[in-house]
């Protein structure tokens, strides 16, 4: 089974405090994702990678990082967290390929700034 | 910018019944493809069938089915034989051919009662 894991399922940080989520995958895709979740609003796009050290805005890149030094694990980093930032994060990965590639999604990390 | 619609904020439904879930979307392009996804609480998303754009029969998945009209632009789901664990936030995405940006709506969440 694909597995994608992130590294933090509850996290209460302090405004201005800065931020890592951890995002692990073991099916050697090529893609992963960030995206935010917030209610009445879906899911939105942050950022993805399509390689080792590749990346690219999605929707709502402020305010945000992203760190991708290894094919298996890509980091959502949030430089100095504000209370508009409190929110549940979803990682995702898929394949390259291209076709009706799935996204493979973790459990969620659900942020609080305080 | 594509944009995809879930009209229904909560619907709800009888164990054993049928319910049909609503998904408008907005686009440009002919060729794309179109999915549902399903969220469980506290736990993590999951595909539930997918719709290629050029196909014109629609994807059933076991107790699953779309009913994709492309004129329309619409892609609703249906659940047949509705189970307790079909209980969650279901969320209907587009993206793009040989494109990795996928677009979410809102979501619905489907209370199922016993």
């Known amino acids: 089974d694909v597995k994608v894991t992130q590294s933090s399922r509850y996290l209460v940080k302090r405004t201005g405090e800065k931020v890592f989520l951890e995002c692990v995958q073991d099916?050697?895709?090529?893609?992963m994702f960030w995206y935010r979740q917030d209610p009445g609003l879906g899911l939105r796009l942050i950022y993805f990678s399509y390689d080792v050290k590749m990346k690219e805005k999605g929707d709502i890149p402020e305010g945000y990082s992203v760190s991708r030094e290894k094919k298996e694990r890509f980091s959502l980093i949030l430089e100095s967290a504000s209370t508009n930032q409190t929110s549940m994060y979803l990682c995702a990965s898929k394949w390259q390929t291209p076709g009706t590639g799935e996204l493979f999604f973790g459990e969620g990390s659900r942020l609080t700034v305080l | 910018a594509q944009t995809v619609t879930q009209s229904q904020p909560e619907m709800s439904v009888q164990e054993a019944e049928t319910v049909t879930l609503s998904c408008t979307y907005d686009?440009?392009?002919?060729?794309?493809?179109l999915f549902w996804y399903k969220q469980p609480p506290s736990r993590q998303m999951i595909l539930v069938i997918r719709q290629e754009a050029y196909k014109q029969q629609n994807a059933t998945e076991n107790r699953f089915s779309v009913n994709f009209q492309k004129a329309a632009k619409s892609f609703s789901l249906k659940i047949s034989d509705s189970q307790l664990g079909d209980a969650a936030m279901y969320f209907c995405?587009?993206?793009?051919?040989?494109?990795?940006?996928?677009?979410f709506g809102a979501g619905t969440r489907l209370t199922v009662k016993p």
């Open positions: 099916m050697d895709h090529e893609n």
């Open positions: 686009t440009s392009e002919s060729d794309y493809y």
């Open positions: 995405a587009y993206r793009r051919l040989y494109n990795n940006d996928m677009r």
